[in-house]
Every structure is written in structure tokens, then in C-alpha cells.
């Protein structure tokens, strides 16, 4: 079975800084993609980045980027000159063939990141 | 904008009753993925459909059921409904249903309370 491990329940930081939101995951699976999202309060789910099992290198999109270590099992997102509208709830979450074959997301309890002015 | 179409936005109801959620997937997508998120369980994986055809179960109750239709539009039904079915519901969809490397595309969601 998959788990996704988010250890921050919540997270400060000031604006212009940089920010690391936290991620561990569990799978037997040799392939997988993990993912991150954001939940700002008006309640949708918004696809931030994505990293492969694969994936050599770390994934960057913007101003988001992906510190994935394999052997640690970890995929922790930055967030670089943290803005007030990055203020939300971020997900890390998980695709992977599981035993249904159903390649679903599964998801972390998540991390509600407030940006101080 | 996700493509992804749910309705109602909001629903109202009170307990014992039954409602229909429906959701109209990314032009092209074929899978149909229902979420339940609560403030005690977090975003839960629910059923999932591909092409028309039930491909897994999560934490699916009993009480609740779910289609996809021939024109891909997925609707989720819950009956018998209890206070504890109070969350948001997202539909979120994909082209594949065996692909690891693509994300989820998820809906604003249905916000159903229960009282």
C-alpha cells in the first residue's frame, strides 16, 4: 500500500523568503510519480509539480521546485520568494499501481503554509 | 482552470436523505476519480472509473454508488445520508487509467452539508 507522510501541520514564513514544505512517501511500487497541490481557501485542488520515480533530475516550475531523494524517500517542495497568495493548504500526494491496479492519488494529510506580510 | 466540471457547488440536505453529484471530466479524459475530503480524514479515495467501467474501490460506503455514463459524465450518489457525510467531494479525471506520470485533474468540488 502507498503512504504519503506530511510531518508539518502548519508552517510560517515570510514573504520573499524560501520555504521547504515536507514529504515522505512509502511504496512498494518501482514506479510512481509524486505530486504536490495546493488548496488555497476558496477550496479547489491546483496541480503545482510533478516528479517521476524516474526522473534524474528535480522537477522545477516557476518558482516551485521538487528536492527528491530516492533513497530517503522524500520529495519536499520549496517554494522560492514566497508571495501572500501562496498562503494555503499544500498536498503531497502519490501515484503508483497499488494491489487495484488503479493507479489512484493518494495524499498526505497536508501542510497549511501561512506567508507573512 | 481544470476543465474538470462539478455540480452543485453546494448542497444542503438533511439526514436520511439521498443526492446525486455529477461530474463532467477534461474534454479527451477517460478516468473518473472520486475524492472525499473531511476535516477527521483528510482527502479520501472513494471509486474510480474508466470508459464506463468501475476500476476500484476505496473507502467507498455501502450507502454510496456510483456511474459513469456513455458520454463520460460521472455521478456519484449518496443515500441514507448521516451528519458524518458532511465534506467536500471532488471528482478529479485523467486520459489514462494505468499511467503513473500524470497528474490528477480535480474539480472546485461539491460542498454537501448534512443536518
Redesign the interface.
Known sequence: AQKITQTQPGMFVQEKEAVTLDCTYDTSDPSYGLFWYKQPSSGEMIFLIYQGSYDQQNATEGRYSLNFQKARKSANLVISASQLGDSAMYFCAMRAQGEAGSYQLTFGKGTKLSVIP | D?GVTQTPKHLITATGQRVTLRCSPRSGDLSV?WYQQSLDQ??Q?LI?YYNGEE????NILERFSAQQFPDLHSELNLSSLELGDSA?Y?C?SSL???????????G??T?LTVT
Open positions: 481544470s476519480y483528510g482527502l479515495f474510480h476500476r476500484a474501490k476505496g467536500l471532488f478529479a489514462m487509467d494505468t499511467s503513473y506520470n500524470s497528474p490528477l485533474h480535480f472546485n468540488g460542498r
